[in-house]
DNA sequence: AACGCGCCCTGTCCGC
DNA sequence: TGCGGACAGGGCGCGT
């Protein structure tokens, strides 16, 4: 479910409450979420923990404790929600018992989310491993262009590599080709200079104004707090297949890319 | 190395 | 009301 919008907002909603915990007690009710590693050495590995920050890489929420970090990528579905009074909510993976009667509850029905607690070299080993972040200042159109030269895939395809760049998923992808008036499946590396500074402002536009919004609910997404996100009827093209475009009037079109739906106005992005 | 495809899993919705 | 198929914010591992 969560692009980058989203996730930024789940940490931003958790870092107040988790930095400086102490993680007492960890319950894996579904070992299956566990990457690296068994469920027994994940709770050996964080009971006893304090928390020092939270924060976000990619799509992944980074939780640093005083030895090991605790990775959590949630996925479709995955939620990381704070709690105090010891709810038990339905498809429950994980549950954390932190001090002072508060609890970090992971739930994910779809259960694709992963959980992996990893040493601070394993961490940065893997983060190295990742796209570049497009709220970062390295993130500029000239960067953005260099990325893109010699790719053959459809730029929709592309912009979702998280090799690549990090954090763009399904529905931030069609908005930003569609701000940018970009055809998705222009091949990556034909991109123009000009029209790559274009695209990387529309990135960076939508990202932005998504974050402050606190993200899209389509269905599932909900923030630390349980609240949904903002951004859902300032989507563009997302979801509004047949509908006129804001920009032009002509229907919004709906195709499928690498069994993913890319939606497009074949007015504004040829 | 880069690319294309199938698969992981559960729930919901839509047409017949 | 029941049933099958399509579809859902992601990412890994396979073959070529």
């Not at 996730?7 to 979420?33: K, Q, S, Y």
């Not at 394993?122 to 497009?134: A, F, I, N, S, T």
């Not at 895939?153 to 760049?165: G, H, I, N, P, S």
């Not at 529905?171 to 080709?177: D, K, N, W």
């Amino acid at each position: 479910m969560p692009e980058l919008p989203e996730v930024e907002t789940v940490v931003r909603g958790l870092a107040p409450a988790l930095a400086g915990a102490r993680i007492e007690r960890v319950e894996v009710l579904r070992a299956d979420l566990i990457g690296k590693g068994d469920s027994a050495g994940f709770v050996q590995g964080l009971v006893g923990r304090r928390v020092e920050d939270v924060s976000r890489r990619a799509k992944n929420v980074v939780v640093r404790t005083d030895d090991p970090v605790l990775v959590v990528n949630l996925g479709m579905t995955g939620r990381l929600l704070l709690s105090a009074n010891g709810e038990t909510p339905s498809h429950l993976g994980v549950r954390f018992g932190l001090d002072r009667g508060r609890e970090l509850l992971y739930r994910d029905v779809r259960r694709f989310g992963v959980l992996s607690l990893l040493s601070p070299r394993e961490w940065r080993l893997r983060e190295q491993r990742m796209g570049l972040e497009p709220l970062s200042q390295e993130f500029t159109p000239r960067r953005l262009h260099q990325l893109t030269r010699g790719s053959r895939v459809a730029l929709k395809q592309w912009l979702m590599d998280q090799r690549k760049l990090a954090g763009v998923g399904n529905i931030y992808a069609s908005e930003a080709l569609h701000r940018a008036g970009i055809h998705p499946g222009r091949r990556a590396g034909s991109l123009s200079r000009p029209r790559a500074g274009r695209l990387q402002r529309a990135i960076l536009a939508v990202l932005e104004e998504a974050v402050e919004r606190r993200g899209t609910t389509l269905r599932d997404y909900r923030d630390a707090s349980g609240e949904p996100g903002q951004f859902r009827d300032r989507l563009r093209v997302y979801g509004r297949e047949g509908e006129p475009c804001g920009e032009c009037g002509r229907a919004i079109r709906r195709i499928v890319q690498q069994n993913r739906s890319t939606f497009y106005c074949p007015g504004c992005q040829r």
